[in-house]
Protein backbone atom coordinates (compact mmCIF):
# COMPACT_ATOMS: atom_id res chain seq x y z
CA UNK A 1 0.00 0.00 0.00
CA UNK A 2 2.98 2.66 1.02
CA UNK A 3 4.45 1.98 -2.65
CA UNK A 4 1.08 2.16 -4.53
CA UNK A 5 1.00 5.72 -2.84
CA UNK A 6 4.22 6.65 -3.54
CA UNK A 7 4.46 6.00 -7.32
CA UNK A 8 0.59 7.87 -7.44
CA UNK A 9 2.13 10.48 -5.47
CA UNK A 10 4.93 10.42 -8.47
CA UNK A 11 2.80 10.44 -11.18
CA UNK A 12 0.57 13.48 -10.10
CA UNK A 13 3.90 15.71 -9.36
CA UNK A 14 5.09 14.48 -13.21
CA UNK A 15 1.60 15.65 -14.35
CA UNK A 16 2.35 18.70 -12.29
CA UNK A 17 5.36 19.60 -13.49
CA UNK A 18 4.98 19.50 -17.22
CA UNK A 19 6.11 17.53 -20.37
CA UNK A 20 10.39 16.79 -20.72
CA UNK A 21 11.93 17.86 -23.94
CA UNK A 22 11.34 15.75 -27.57
CA UNK A 23 12.84 16.13 -30.74
CA UNK A 24 10.69 17.93 -33.85
CA UNK A 25 11.94 17.45 -37.98
CA UNK A 26 10.47 20.14 -40.10
CA UNK A 27 10.99 17.89 -43.53
CA UNK A 28 11.02 20.50 -46.38
CA UNK A 29 11.38 17.82 -48.93
CA UNK A 30 8.74 15.46 -49.08
CA UNK A 31 6.59 16.77 -46.32
CA UNK A 32 6.02 13.26 -45.05
CA UNK A 33 5.27 14.41 -41.46
CA UNK A 34 5.13 18.35 -42.14
CA UNK A 35 2.42 20.57 -43.78
CA UNK A 36 3.33 24.19 -45.12
CA UNK A 37 1.63 27.71 -45.82
CA UNK A 38 2.41 30.30 -47.82
CA UNK A 39 2.64 34.00 -46.76
CA UNK A 40 3.53 36.46 -49.63
CA UNK A 41 4.98 36.23 -52.51
CA UNK A 42 8.62 37.22 -54.57
CA UNK A 43 10.52 39.35 -52.82
CA UNK A 44 10.24 38.97 -49.19
CA UNK A 45 7.78 36.02 -49.11
CA UNK A 46 7.45 33.48 -46.34
CA UNK A 47 6.44 30.07 -45.80
CA UNK A 48 5.67 28.07 -42.60
CA UNK A 49 5.66 24.60 -41.42
CA UNK A 50 4.03 22.61 -38.89
CA UNK A 51 5.64 19.52 -37.42
CA UNK A 52 3.89 17.66 -34.19
CA UNK A 53 2.15 20.91 -33.47
CA UNK A 54 4.79 23.25 -33.66
CA UNK A 55 5.74 25.93 -36.34
CA UNK A 56 8.99 27.11 -37.86
CA UNK A 57 8.48 30.37 -40.22
CA UNK A 58 10.76 30.62 -43.30
CA UNK A 59 11.87 33.90 -44.97
CA UNK A 60 15.03 34.01 -47.16
CA UNK A 61 17.85 37.03 -47.21
CA UNK A 62 20.95 37.67 -49.54
CA UNK A 63 23.81 39.28 -47.80
CA UNK A 64 25.13 42.04 -50.57
CA UNK A 65 28.59 42.94 -51.32
CA UNK A 66 27.68 46.10 -49.53
CA UNK A 67 27.62 44.33 -46.67
CA UNK A 68 23.48 44.54 -45.63
CA UNK A 69 20.91 42.13 -45.82
CA UNK A 70 18.08 42.59 -48.29
CA UNK A 71 14.86 40.21 -48.86
CA UNK A 72 15.01 37.19 -51.39
CA UNK A 73 12.68 35.12 -52.35
CA UNK A 74 12.27 31.56 -50.74
CA UNK A 75 10.89 28.44 -52.63
CA UNK A 76 10.32 24.93 -52.37
CA UNK A 77 11.35 23.49 -55.67
CA UNK A 78 10.13 19.63 -56.60
CA UNK A 79 10.50 18.04 -53.44
CA UNK A 80 14.06 18.50 -53.24
CA UNK A 81 14.29 21.17 -50.37
CA UNK A 82 14.31 24.76 -50.11
CA UNK A 83 16.18 27.27 -52.31
CA UNK A 84 16.70 30.84 -52.80
CA UNK A 85 16.87 33.54 -55.61
CA UNK A 86 18.36 36.79 -54.75
CA UNK A 87 17.63 40.23 -55.93
CA UNK A 88 20.55 39.88 -58.77
CA UNK A 89 18.72 37.00 -59.64
CA UNK A 90 15.08 37.01 -60.45
CA UNK A 91 11.85 35.99 -59.01
CA UNK A 92 11.18 32.41 -59.46
CA UNK A 93 14.90 31.49 -61.23
CA UNK A 94 15.56 28.99 -62.80
CA UNK A 95 17.92 26.05 -62.43
CA UNK A 96 21.16 25.99 -61.05
CA UNK A 97 20.40 29.68 -59.69
CA UNK A 98 18.07 28.57 -56.93
CA UNK A 99 20.13 27.21 -54.29
CA UNK A 100 21.21 28.63 -51.28
CA UNK A 101 24.53 29.82 -52.02
CA UNK A 102 27.65 32.29 -52.56
CA UNK A 103 28.10 31.51 -55.90
CA UNK A 104 27.66 33.07 -59.04
CA UNK A 105 27.06 36.93 -60.79
CA UNK A 106 24.88 38.77 -58.14
CA UNK A 107 27.62 38.97 -55.81
CA UNK A 108 25.19 37.98 -52.48
CA UNK A 109 25.43 35.09 -50.39
CA UNK A 110 21.93 33.59 -49.13
CA UNK A 111 20.39 32.55 -46.22
CA UNK A 112 17.32 31.51 -44.45
CA UNK A 113 16.02 33.09 -41.34
CA UNK A 114 14.45 30.26 -39.01
CA UNK A 115 11.84 31.96 -36.42
CA UNK A 116 10.72 29.55 -33.96
CA UNK A 117 6.46 30.55 -33.39
CA UNK A 118 4.23 29.49 -30.06
CA UNK A 119 5.51 28.92 -26.20
CA UNK A 120 7.68 26.83 -24.62
CA UNK A 121 11.75 26.54 -25.55
CA UNK A 122 13.68 25.69 -28.77
CA UNK A 123 17.09 24.55 -29.33
CA UNK A 124 18.08 23.70 -33.02
CA UNK A 125 19.99 20.53 -32.88
CA UNK A 126 20.72 19.79 -36.36
CA UNK A 127 20.01 20.94 -40.44
CA UNK A 128 20.19 18.42 -43.43
CA UNK A 129 21.23 20.12 -46.24
CA UNK A 130 21.49 18.67 -50.01
CA UNK A 131 23.70 19.49 -53.17
CA UNK A 132 21.67 20.43 -56.08
CA UNK A 133 21.31 16.58 -57.98
CA UNK A 134 21.52 18.48 -61.44
CA UNK A 135 24.40 20.16 -60.10
CA UNK A 136 27.34 18.09 -61.51
CA UNK A 137 30.79 20.11 -60.94
CA UNK A 138 30.07 19.50 -56.78
CA UNK A 139 29.17 22.87 -55.64
CA UNK A 140 30.80 22.59 -51.57
CA UNK A 141 28.58 22.36 -48.53
CA UNK A 142 30.14 25.08 -46.13
CA UNK A 143 28.05 27.04 -43.75
CA UNK A 144 27.82 29.91 -42.10
CA UNK A 145 24.98 30.01 -39.24
CA UNK A 146 23.76 32.35 -36.02
CA UNK A 147 21.41 31.32 -33.42
CA UNK A 148 19.61 33.91 -31.86
CA UNK A 149 17.34 33.90 -29.03
CA UNK A 150 15.85 37.51 -29.27
CA UNK A 151 12.34 38.99 -30.16
CA UNK A 152 10.38 37.89 -33.24
CA UNK A 153 9.35 38.57 -36.10
CA UNK A 154 12.68 39.81 -37.25
CA UNK A 155 13.49 42.07 -40.19
CA UNK A 156 17.02 41.79 -41.16
CA UNK A 157 16.32 44.93 -44.01
CA UNK A 158 19.46 46.81 -43.87
CA UNK A 159 21.06 44.95 -41.13
CA UNK A 160 24.37 43.81 -41.09
CA UNK A 161 26.44 40.86 -39.75
CA UNK A 162 27.72 43.47 -37.31
CA UNK A 163 24.26 44.60 -36.13
CA UNK A 164 22.87 40.66 -36.00
CA UNK A 165 24.03 40.76 -31.79
CA UNK A 166 21.44 43.75 -31.48
CA UNK A 167 18.96 41.38 -32.94
CA UNK A 168 19.46 38.76 -29.97
CA UNK A 169 21.94 36.34 -32.13
CA UNK A 170 24.99 34.72 -31.03
CA UNK A 171 28.31 35.01 -32.43
CA UNK A 172 28.82 33.82 -36.01
CA UNK A 173 29.52 30.12 -36.97
CA UNK A 174 31.65 28.57 -39.51
CA UNK A 175 31.47 25.27 -40.46
CA UNK A 176 33.74 24.04 -43.47
CA UNK A 177 33.65 20.39 -45.10
CA UNK A 178 35.46 19.06 -47.95
CA UNK A 179 32.85 18.94 -51.66
CA UNK A 180 30.81 16.24 -51.93
CA UNK A 181 28.05 14.37 -53.81
CA UNK A 182 26.41 13.11 -50.49
CA UNK A 183 24.01 14.97 -48.19
CA UNK A 184 25.16 16.80 -45.12
CA UNK A 185 24.04 17.08 -41.50
CA UNK A 186 25.06 20.19 -39.90
CA UNK A 187 24.82 20.03 -35.99
CA UNK A 188 23.22 23.22 -35.00
CA UNK A 189 22.95 22.76 -31.22
CA UNK A 190 24.13 24.10 -27.97
CA UNK A 191 21.56 23.74 -25.08
CA UNK A 192 20.55 26.87 -25.93
CA UNK A 193 17.21 28.43 -25.77
CA UNK A 194 16.62 29.76 -29.37
CA UNK A 195 13.97 31.90 -31.42
CA UNK A 196 15.69 32.19 -34.98
CA UNK A 197 18.52 30.74 -36.61
CA UNK A 198 19.88 32.47 -39.07
CA UNK A 199 21.26 29.73 -42.02
CA UNK A 200 23.51 29.91 -45.01
CA UNK A 201 26.68 30.07 -47.60
CA UNK A 202 29.81 30.54 -45.58
CA UNK A 203 30.82 33.79 -45.48
CA UNK A 204 34.40 35.40 -46.37
CA UNK A 205 35.81 32.31 -48.02
CA UNK A 206 36.01 30.03 -51.30
CA UNK A 207 33.12 31.39 -53.42
CA UNK A 208 31.72 27.78 -54.39
CA UNK A 209 28.99 26.60 -52.02
CA UNK A 210 25.24 25.96 -53.04
CA UNK A 211 22.68 23.54 -51.36
CA UNK A 212 19.35 22.93 -50.63
CA UNK A 213 17.95 22.77 -47.04
CA UNK A 214 16.25 19.79 -46.40
CA UNK A 215 15.26 19.53 -43.22
CA UNK A 216 15.89 21.20 -39.38
CA UNK A 217 15.44 19.01 -35.95
CA UNK A 218 14.98 20.89 -32.85
CA UNK A 219 14.71 19.75 -29.02
CA UNK A 220 11.24 20.77 -27.91
CA UNK A 221 10.47 21.80 -24.48
CA UNK A 222 6.70 22.51 -23.59
CA UNK A 223 6.08 25.85 -21.04
CA UNK A 224 5.78 24.86 -17.64
CA UNK A 225 2.33 25.19 -16.14
CA UNK A 226 2.03 28.76 -14.85
CA UNK A 227 0.92 28.74 -10.94
CA UNK A 228 -2.69 29.18 -11.26
CA UNK A 229 -2.64 26.07 -13.80
CA UNK A 230 -2.10 23.67 -11.25
CA UNK A 231 -5.71 23.06 -9.85
CA UNK A 232 -6.35 22.81 -6.38
CA UNK A 233 -7.98 19.84 -6.49
CA UNK A 234 -4.48 18.20 -7.41
CA UNK A 235 -2.38 20.27 -4.95
CA UNK A 236 -4.93 18.59 -2.05
CA UNK A 237 -4.55 15.84 -3.89
CA UNK A 238 -0.51 15.25 -3.20
CA UNK A 239 -0.83 16.65 0.32
CA UNK A 240 -3.26 13.85 1.13
CA UNK A 241 -1.23 11.19 -0.89
CA UNK A 242 1.97 12.49 1.34
CA UNK A 243 0.46 12.67 4.49
CA UNK A 244 -0.92 9.08 4.34
CA UNK A 245 2.56 7.74 3.10
CA UNK A 246 4.08 9.26 6.49
CA UNK A 247 1.29 7.93 8.23
CA UNK A 248 1.87 4.38 6.67
CA UNK A 249 5.25 4.78 7.26
CA UNK A 250 5.32 5.27 10.71
CA UNK A 251 2.96 2.75 11.80
CA UNK A 252 5.42 0.05 9.62
CA UNK A 253 8.14 1.61 12.01
CA UNK A 254 6.35 1.22 15.22
CA UNK A 255 5.16 -2.87 14.35
CA UNK A 256 8.97 -3.49 13.82
Not at 68 to 81: C, D, I
Not at 215 to 232: F, G, I, K, R
Request: net charge negative; hydrophobic share 35%.
Amino acid sequence: MLKQLLLTGAAVTALAGGAQASAVTWDFEDLSNTTVTSGGSGFGNSLTFTADGQQVRLTAWSLTSGGVFEAAQLLRYGGAGLGICNQGESTGCGSPSHQIDNVGNSGRNDFVLIEFLGGGTFDPTSATIRRYSSDNDYKDLDVTYWVGDGNVPLDLAGAGVNDLAALGFDSQFDDDTSNSSSNRTVWTGGDTTATALLFGGRIGYDEDDAFKLQSLTASYSAPPPATSDVSEPASLALLGLGVAALGLLVRHRRRN
